[in-house]
């Protein structure tokens, strides 16, 4: 049964203080997948059992059981609703994705980091998952221009690197959500040692947009669809644009650039 239809079902044997949940979970849908009890707790003024016992009374074990249900049904519903041409809808999402992530860009924030990168001593990517892969492109990207960055998706390794940072450093840290704790961690203990931090995220208010020196803002939010194409097109186009903005900054001879490094890897193709 749609959870909307379980709260409707369970409201009459609802408190007081659970029918606050229930009428905010209503009112926000399915964008309750990417909340946070803390973000509820601030919603509607209640504690952490009430949360809990709201989504036991609905048959489920707890918050993140109910989380992941209604990206089920969120994920069904788009499924059901994909047309025949498939191709032509998932084209059509990723043009969206770089739309809706372009719209965000601050051109205040993206000069000052522009600035970090510029000034750093050392570089370094961390990200986990899918935002690992996109550090492992993103630095393959910042080549191009001459800026030799490391990406790093094993958390143990971030968290020694970070240990080793100073004030001279930079770490980039890119996570969708901005709630990843691998991420957050490693980031913190950077921070901690005096290191720059950049972060490219979705959310602002989160937990690794407040260690950011700088905030860069990403478009695709994921929770079912962990690692989807979009969320990693959000996070290359952010870098692709610091990268170029470096460039223009900093004079750079990118021709030349590319010359060396063609000339490195020429012979590696086959005839």
């Given at each position: 049964?749609?959870?909307?239809?379980?709260?409707?079902?369970?409201?009459?044997?609802?408190?007081?203080?659970?029918?606050?949940?229930?009428?905010?979970?209503?009112?926000?849908?399915?964008?309750?997948?990417?909340?946070?009890?803390?973000?509820?707790?601030?919603?509607?003024?209640?504690?952490?059992?009430?949360?809990?016992?709201?989504?036991?009374?609905?048959?489920?074990?707890?918050?993140?059981?109910?989380?992941?249900?209604?990206?089920?049904?969120?994920?069904?519903?788009?499924?059901?609703?994909?047309?025949?041409?498939?191709?032509?809808?998932?084209?059509l999402h990723l043009q969206e994705a770089l739309t809706a992530t372009a719209k965000l860009i601050d051109p205040a924030k993206l000069d000052q980091a522009?600035?970090?990168?510029?000034?750093?001593?050392?570089?370094?990517?961390?990200?986990?998952?899918?935002?690992?892969?996109?550090?492992?492109?993103?630095?393959?990207?910042?080549?191009?221009?001459?800026?030799?960055?490391?990406?790093?998706?094993?958390?143990?390794?971030?968290?020694?690197?970070?240990?080793?940072?100073?004030?001279?450093?930079?770490?980039?840290?890119?996570?969708?959500?901005?709630?990843?704790?691998?991420?957050?961690?490693?980031?913190?203990?950077?921070?901690?040692?005096?290191?720059?931090?950049?972060?490219?995220?979705?959310?602002?208010?989160?937990?690794?947009?407040?260690?950011?020196?700088?905030?860069?803002?990403?478009?695709?939010?994921?929770?079912?669809?962990?690692?989807?194409?979009?969320?990693?097109?959000?996070?290359?186009?952010?870098?692709?644009v610091l990268t170029q903005g470096y460039e223009q900054r900093n004079q750079v001879d990118a021709v030349a650039l590319r010359e060396r490094v063609l000339?490195?890897?020429?012979?590696?193709?086959?005839?």
């Open positions: 049964m749609r959870y909307d239809y379980l709260i409707q079902e369970h409201y009459p044997t609802l408190t007081r203080s659970e029918k606050k949940v229930a009428d905010y979970v209503l009112k926000v849908g399915s964008q309750l997948m990417y909340a946070t009890m803390s973000d509820i707790k601030a919603a509607t003024k209640v504690g952490d059992a009430t949360i809990i016992r709201f989504c036991q009374k609905l048959g489920y074990n707890g918050f993140s059981d109910f989380k992941i249900e209604i990206a089920k049904e969120d994920f069904t519903k788009q499924e059901q609703t994909r047309p025949a041409d498939y191709y032509d809808d998932i084209s522009i600035d970090l990168l510029s000034q750093a001593g050392k570089v370094y990517l961390f990200g986990v998952g899918g935002s690992a892969q996109s550090g492992e492109s993103f630095a393959s990207i910042l080549l191009r221009v001459g800026v030799q960055s490391t990406p790093v998706g094993d958390p143990h390794i971030q968290a020694q690197i970070a240990s080793l940072l100073g004030p001279n450093d930079l770490v980039v840290g890119l996570s969708l959500t901005g709630r990843t704790k691998d991420t957050y961690d490693s980031l913190k203990i950077a921070k901690d040692n005096g290191a720059k931090i950049l972060a490219i995220t979705n959310n602002l208010n989160s937990p690794v947009a407040k260690l950011g020196d700088v905030v860069l803002q990403t478009a695709i939010e994921e929770f079912l669809n962990g690692g989807s194409v979009a969320g990693r097109i959000s996070q290359l186009y952010i870098g692709d000339r490195s890897i020429i012979d590696k193709s086959i005839d």
